[in-house]
């Protein structure tokens, strides 16, 4: 007998799950819709997100509500200079009783896991994530496990300049999916974020009892699988490869985008457009996810940084300058 193949949800299902994580992180979280979009495409997609800003712009908040509303494992490493790999992914210990070694898994065996500044971590340590991020597994002492799905990274950063950060190296860099900088809120969002710290909104109880009982894991698997079957025509596959070596052969990127961001383009512009309720991406798709895509990936040249040139005045040049199917 076969076995019986995992079940798959619908497109509107995947946009009725989209709109209830969003309708219940906005019960607890003020502003910040563009990172709360991110991350859910980053599930749906199965990618990784790297967040920077400064500390007090609910990065750690956000990422625990996330968990929270769609009721996965949720695990936090915070950073510091002396965190060692086995921190991060386990090791294996002697059992005195039983005469033998056992097995303690670390944080990183998780469905969510809050990398909480991460440029704060050693970059031996930091080492230690590239192969959960790329192969979804940790090696312990020479045995291989394997981390449950979903599994997703949300890594913060502080900027560079704050003192105690190590930058993050290339490799570590494109595992993830999506790099957004997160900031204060405006001046509105600001009086709304008082308003109700002022009245007990800002309550993580509250909260928890808000979360719809139908978001499950399960359920998030299932719409992961519907993402996957979202088409994308040949025309846009090309748009995104047009898109990626003009990163290499732009004037003012030192280092482009590697074949990680190719990809990254198509799970994630599978994922937005099942959030659109279409089962088939178009290119604006592609675009409105370039700059989370590319701005964190690509090394700009030092004539460039001394010229004041962004990574996204480079990506939107690049954007203008291919041709649209």
């Given at each position: 007998m076969k076995p019986h193949a995992p079940e798959t949800g619908t497109i509107p299902e995947v946009a009725r799950f989209h709109d209830s994580i969003t309708r219940t992180l906005g019960s607890l979280i003020v502003g910040n819709r563009e990172l709360i979009e991110l991350i859910i495409i980053a599930l749906?997609?199965?990618?990784?997100?790297?967040?920077?800003?400064?500390?007090?712009?609910?990065?750690?908040?956000?990422?625990?509500?996330?968990?929270?509303?769609?009721?996965?494992?949720?695990?936090?490493?915070?950073?510091?200079?002396?965190?060692?790999?086995?921190?991060?992914?386990?090791?294996?210990?002697?059992?005195?009783?039983?005469?033998?070694?056992?097995?303690?898994?670390?944080?990183?065996?998780t469905n969510i896991l809050l990398a909480d500044e991460i440029n704060r971590i050693n970059p031996k340590s930091q080492g230690a994530f590239i192969e959960a991020m790329s192969e979804q597994q940790a090696t312990i002492d020479g045995e291989t496990c394997?981390?449950?799905?979903?599994?997703?990274?949300?890594?913060?950063?502080?900027?560079?300049d704050l003192h105690g950060t190590f930058p993050l190296i290339e490799a570590q860099r494109d595992r993830f999916m999506f790099g957004?900088?997160?900031?204060?809120?405006?001046?509105?969002?600001?009086?709304?974020?008082?308003?109700?710290?002022?009245?007990?909104?800002?309550?993580?109880?509250?909260?928890?009892?808000?979360?719809?009982?139908?978001?499950?894991?399960?359920?998030?698997?299932?719409?992961?699988?519907?993402?996957n079957t979202v088409r994308i025509e040949e025309p846009v596959l090309a748009y995104i490869r047009d898109i990626v070596i003009a990163t290499r052969k732009n004037g003012n990127i030192e280092l482009g985008a590697s074949s990680r961001a190719s990809v990254a383009f198509v799970r994630g512009a599978k994922?937005?457009?099942?959030?659109?309720?279409?089962?088939?991406?178009?290119?604006?798709?592609?675009?409105?996810?370039?700059?989370?895509?590319?701005?964190?990936r690509i090394i700009l040249t030092r004539e460039a940084e001394v010229e004041n040139i962004k990574p996204e005045d480079v990506v939107r040049e690049i954007l203008e300058t291919i041709e649209v199917p």
């Open positions: 749906l997609a199965e990618g990784h997100i790297l967040i920077e800003g400064v500390p007090g712009t609910a990065k750690t908040t956000i990422a625990k509500a996330v968990a929270r509303a769609t009721n996965c494992q949720f695990n936090r490493i915070q950073g510091a200079v002396d965190l060692q790999p086995a921190d991060l992914i386990g090791i294996k210990t002697y059992d005195t009783i039983s005469r033998s070694f056992t097995l303690r898994k670390g944080p990183i065996f394997r981390i449950a799905s979903p599994f997703l990274v949300i890594a913060t950063q502080n900027p560079y957004l900088t997160s900031g204060h809120l405006n001046s509105d969002e600001e009086l709304d974020l008082v308003r109700r710290a002022s009245v007990g909104k800002l309550d993580w109880d509250g909260y928890s009892r808000s979360v719809p009982l139908e978001n499950t894991r399960e359920n998030l698997l299932s719409l992961i699988r519907t993402v994922a937005h457009a099942a959030l659109t309720k279409r089962p088939f991406v178009l290119p604006d798709d592609v675009k409105v996810l370039a700059d989370a895509i590319l701005c964190h």
